[in-house]
C-alpha cells in the first residue's frame, strides 16, 4: 500500500488529516461486495477515493472565475433501492435513482462535491434489518455512498435510533466524514465527530460543515446519547465559520434541519435576499431555526437542509442560497456557486440553486447491483408471516377522519405489551403513520413496517386528565375549523397543515372532537369508567418514546414520570400482538370511543370505501348494541 501511495506522489497527503483532502469531481460509481470485510474510513478503498486528485478547472487558482456545483440528497432514510418492501412492487424513489442524476451532473460540469445531510440509514425494513438483524456486513447505505463517492454527511437525528455502536461501525465503514459540529463530548465539550471537511475543488476551498438539529436529547432514548451533548445551531457555527472564512475557503452548511419560515425570496444571481415577509411555519420549535443562523452568522454561502422533508428550490436568506431536496431520493438538491479565483478571502460572484425531480429517472444499474444481496435478504425477511385479518383496515386519510382499526391495534397491543411488564396503562396513545393500512388475509412483517415505519420504543408514564386533554388538543390541531355546510371538495383542504404522525389516536377514554371549533377548545367530551376525566385525575399511559420526550410539540409529558420504557421496539409489540390474536376482524380491535364532529369520513369515502368502522352520528352502533360515547 505505501508503494502504491509513493508511486502516485501522494504520501504528503497522507500525513495530513484525512477530511482535509481534496475532493474528486466527475467520478463514477464504484462498487463494493456485501461480503468484503468491514473496513475503516482510511482503509484501502477509503484512502483511494479520499486521495483522488481534484480535477482542474478553466479559472479558479489562475484567477478566473470558476463555478462549484454541490450535489445533495438528504432524508434518504434507507432508501438504497426503488423498491417498497410494505407493498412489495417497484418504487420511483430511491439513492439508485437519484444516483442516474449525480452522474448526469458530473459529467456536465467537472467541479462538483456530494454531500447528504443525514437521517439516511433509518428509515425502510432494510435499515432495521442491518442494524437490529444482522449488523455484521459493511452497511448496505455506506457501502452505496462510498460508491458514488460522497464527499462528506452531516449526521441526522435518525442516525442516532440504533445506539452509538451502529452509528460509529457506519461511520468507520464510510469513506467520507460523518460531520456534527454542535454534536460534543459532554464530559469536556470537545467534538465528537468532525465539525467540517475542507475540500480543494478546482483551486477554491470549500467547507462543508456539519450541523444536526439539537433537540435529539427530546426524542431520542437516554442509553442512546450516552456521552454526547447537543450544542445550539447558531453558537456552534459561531465556533468555526469567521476561522473556516479566514483560512480562505467559501463555507457549505450541511444542516440536518429545516427553515423555520416559509421562505419566498428567490435568488437572483449575486443579488442578496430583499427583505421581504416570510411566514412562520407552523409547529416551528428550536429543532428547525436555519434562517436565524443565516441572519445571525454571516460568511455561510449555503444551507444544504433537511430532516423537514421539504422540496425547497433556491431561496435566498441573508447572504446565501438555501435548498431542501425532499426525501427518500425523491430529488437532487444542485446548488450553484460561481467563485472569484485566486481571491483571498474568496468572493461569491453567483449563487443558485434548484431540485431535480428523480421520478422516471433510471435506477443507476451498477449501485443496483451492488445493493442486490442485501435486498434479497430484506425480501425475504419482510415475507415473513405475522398474522391475518378477515377484513381490510385502510390507513391514510380515510383513517385519521375517523375511529380507525389501524391506530386501535397499535393501541392494543401497546396496552397489551405494557400490562404484561407489570405497568398496566390507563390509556395508550398512537397516530397513524402512513397510507399503508393493512390487507386483509395474512399479513407478513413488511405490512407491519408500513403501518409502522419508525424505530420507538413503548413508554408508560404517570401523569394527569389535563395533560390528557392537552395531548388532545394538541392531536386535534391536525385539522383546520370544519364548517360542515362548506365542506371543500378535497379531503386534503381539512388539514391545517400539521403532519400526519402528530395526529394521536386514544385507546382506554372516550371522547368527542369537534372540529367546529377553534384549535385548543375542540375536546367536547372526556370520560373515562363513565364518568368525566377530571385535570387533577392520575392516569397511566402508554405511548411511543418519541412523543413520551415531547416530540411533535407535545410538551405536556416531558416532564411526566417515566414508569417503564420497553427494550422492543413498538413495531416489535405490534407483531407480537398480530402473532397471538390471529384472524383479527378489524371491526372488534379496539373500541369504538371517538367521534369526530361533523362526520368528515362519509362525504369523502363512505361511496367508494364503504361505511366507518364505527358510525359517527348519534349513538354508535356495534353489534346492534349502542356503544360509546
Not at 437519484?98 to 425502510?124: F, K, M, Y
Not at 468572493?347 to 445493493?371: C, D
Request: charged content about 20%; some cysteine.
Amino acid at each position: 500500500m505505501q508503494r502504491w501511495l509513493l508511486s502516485l506522489g501522494l504520501l504528503a497527503a497522507v500525513a495530513a488529516p484525512w477530511w482535509l483532502l481534496p475532493a474528486c469531481s466527475n467520478r463514477g460509481v464504484r462498487g463494493r461486495a456485501a461480503t468484503e470485510p468491514v473496513g475503516s474510513a482510511t482503509g484501502g478503498e477509503a484512502l483511494a477515493v479520499a486521495l483522488a486528485p481534484a480535477t482542474a478547472a478553466p479559472g479558479g487558482a489562475a484567477g478566473g472565475p470558476v463555478e462549484i456545483r454541490i450535489l445533495h440528497t438528504t432524508d434518504l432514510h434507507a432508501h438504497l433501492v426503488s423498491w417498497d418492501y410494505v407493498r412489495a412492487r417497484p418504487d420511483d424513489e430511491s439513492l439508485a435513482a437519484v444516483a442516474t442524476l449525480i452522474e448526469e451532473e458530473r459529467a456536465a460540469h467537472p467541479c462538483t462535491l456530494l454531500v447528504d445531510t443525514g437521517d439516511t440509514i433509518q428509515g425502510t425494513a432494510l435499515g432495521s434489518f442491518y442494524a437490529r438483524e444482522d449488523n455484521t456486513p459493511v452497511h448496505p447505505m455506506a457501502a452505496a455512498m462510498n460508491a458514488l463517492r460522497y464527499d462528506a454527511m452531516a449526521m441526522g437525528n435518525h442516525e442516532l435510533n440504533f445506539g452509538l455502536a451502529v452509528l460509529r461501525k457506519f461511520q468507520k465503514e464510510a469513506a467520507f466524514p460523518l460531520l456534527s459540529a454542535n454534536t460534543r463530548r459532554a464530559a469536556d465539550g470537545g467534538e465528537a465527530f468532525p465539525p467540517y471537511a475542507v475540500r480543494d475543488v478546482c483551486g477554491v476551498k470549500v467547507a462543508i460543515l456539519g450541523l444536526v438539529t439539537p433537540v435529539i436529547p427530546t426524542w431520542e432514548r437516554p442509553e442512546h446519547i450516552a456521552g454526547l451533548a447537543f450544542e445550539r445551531l447558531i453558537p456552534a457555527a459561531q465556533r468555526y465559520v469567521p476561522a473556516l472564512r479566514k483560512a480562505g475557503a467559501i463555507v457549505v452548511a450541511a444542516v440536518h434541519a429545516g427553515p423555520e419560515e416559509d421562505l419566498t425570496a428567490v435568488c437572483e444571481g449575486d443579488r442578496p435576499a430583499p427583505p421581504v415577509a416570510s411566514r412562520l411555519l407552523q409547529d416551528s420549535t428550536d429543532e428547525n431555526g436555519v434562517v436565524a443562523l443565516a441572519r445571525a452568522v454571516p460568511g455561510i454561502d449555503a444551507f444544504l437542509t433537511g430532516h423537514t422533508h421539504r422540496i425547497i428550490g433556491g431561496r435566498c436568506v441573508a447572504d446565501a442560497v438555501l435548498e431542501q431536496p425532499g426525501r427518500f431520493g425523491s430529488h437532487l438538491g444542485v446548488v450553484s456557486l460561481t467563485v472569484e479565483g485566486g481571491a483571498h478571502p474568496p468572493r461569491v460572484l453567483r449563487r443558485w440553486a434548484t431540485v431535480r425531480s428523480a421520478t422516471g429517472a433510471r435506477p443507476n444499474a451498477a449501485l443496483e447491483a451492488l445493493a442486490a444481496p442485501y435486498h434479497a435478504r430484506v425480501v425475504a425477511h419482510v415475507a415473513t408471516k405475522v398474522g391475518s385479518l378477515t377484513a381490510a383496515a385502510p390507513g391514510g386519510l380515510p383513517a385519521r377522519f375517523s375511529d380507525n382499526a389501524v391506530a386501535d391495534l397499535i393501541n392494543e397491543a401497546q396496552l397489551e405489551a405494557a400490562r404484561r411488564a407489570g405497568f398496566p396503562a390507563d390509556v395508550s396513545l398512537s397516530p397513524v403513520f402512513s397510507a399503508a393500512g393493512l390487507p386483509a388475509g395474512e399479513l407478513t412483517l413488511g405490512d407491519a413496517f408500513g403501518i409502522y415505519p419508525y424505530d420507538n420504543t413503548l413508554t408508560v408514564l404517570e401523569t394527569t386528565g389535563g395533560a390528557l386533554r392537552s395531548a388532545l388538543e394538541r392531536a386535534a390541531r391536525y385539522f383546520t375549523v370544519v364548517d360542515p355546510r362548506r365542506l371543500r371538495k378535497n379531503p386534503e383542504a381539512l388539514r391545517a397543515g400539521s403532519p400526519d404522525h402528530l395526529w394521536d389516536f386514544a385507546a382506554g377514554v372516550d371522547y368527542v372532537v369537534d372540529l367546529t371549533r377553534p384549535a385548543g377548545q375542540r375536546v367536547a367530551s372526556l370520560r373515562r369508567g363513565g364518568r368525566d376525566v377530571a385535570d387533577s385525575d392520575t392516569l397511566r399511559v402508554a405511548l411511543n418514546s418519541y412523543r413520551a420526550r415531547g416530540g411533535g410539540g407535545y410538551a405536556m409529558w416531558r416532564d411526566a414520570k417515566v414508569l417503564w420504557s420497553s427494550d422492543a421496539g413498538v413495531r416489535e409489540l405490534v407483531v407480537q400482538y398480530l402473532r397471538e390474536h390471529r384472524a383479527l376482524d378489524p371491526a372488534r380491535i379496539g373500541a369504538c370511543n371517538l367521534r369526530l364532529v361533523p362526520d368528515v369520513y362519509s362525504p369523502y369515502f363512505a361511496a367508494k370505501l364503504g361505511p366507518a368502522r364505527c358510525t359517527p352520528a348519534g349513538l354508535l352502533q356495534r353489534d346492534g348494541v349502542p356503544a360509546r360515547p
